[in-house]
C-alpha cells in the first residue's frame, strides 16, 4: 500500500489544518490506519489511530480535544482535523496501514504503537509558529 498524506503547513498557533492521508494505487478498506508523528531531535511519537469502520478511535493524551481522526472509505481517505494547534505540535506527521486485529483489541485495548504499522507514507510538514 502506497500512502500519500498532504495538508500540512505554516499555521500560527491557535490555527487549524487537516491534514489527509489516501492510497495511491490501492484501497484503505479493512485496515486501520495511524498518524504519526516525528519532530527534529525527537522520537516518533503515535498521534491517533482509527479503525476500519472508523467506530474506534485512540488520541495520545496531547492531543485529546484538539485532534480528531476521521475516514471516508468511498473516498479511501482519512483524515485528522487538527484546532488549537500549538508550536510544540511541529512535525512531520506521517499516516500508517497496520492489521485492525494488531492494534484494536476485542478486549477494548487501543494498541496504536508504530512497530504494529506495516505501511507508511512519507509524510507532510506541519509547523505552528508561536
Known amino acids: 500500500v502506497q500512502l500519500v498524506e498532504s495538508g500540512g503547513g505554516l499555521v500560527q498557533a491557535g490555527g487549524s489544518l487537516r491534514l489527509s492521508c489516501t492510497a495511491s494505487?490501492?484501497?484503505?478498506?479493512?485496515?486501520?490506519i495511524g498518524w504519526f508523528r516525528q519532530a527534529p531531535g525527537k522520537e516518533r511519537e503515535g498521534v491517533s489511530c482509527i479503525n476500519s469502520s472508523g467506530s474506534r478511535a485512540s488520541y495520545v493524551d496531547s492531543v485529546k480535544g484538539r485532534f480528531t481522526v476521521s475516514r471516508d472509505n468511498a473516498k479511501n481517505t482519512v483524515y485528522l482535523q487538527m484546532n488549537s494547534l500549538k508550536p510544540e505540535d511541529t512535525a512531520v506527521y506521517h499516516c500508517?496501514?497496520?492489521?485492525?486485529?494488531?492494534?484494536?483489541?476485542?478486549?477494548?485495548?487501543?494498541?496504536?504503537?508504530?512497530?504494529?504499522?506495516?505501511?507508511w507514507g512519507q509524510g507532510t510538514q506541519v509547523t505552528v509558529s508561536s
Open positions: 500508517a496501514t497496520g492489521t485492525e486485529l494488531k492494534i484494536f483489541w476485542p478486549s477494548g485495548v487501543d494498541a496504536c504503537d508504530a512497530w504494529r504499522f506495516d505501511s
Open positions: 494505487r490501492s484501497s484503505l478498506d479493512g485496515y486501520a
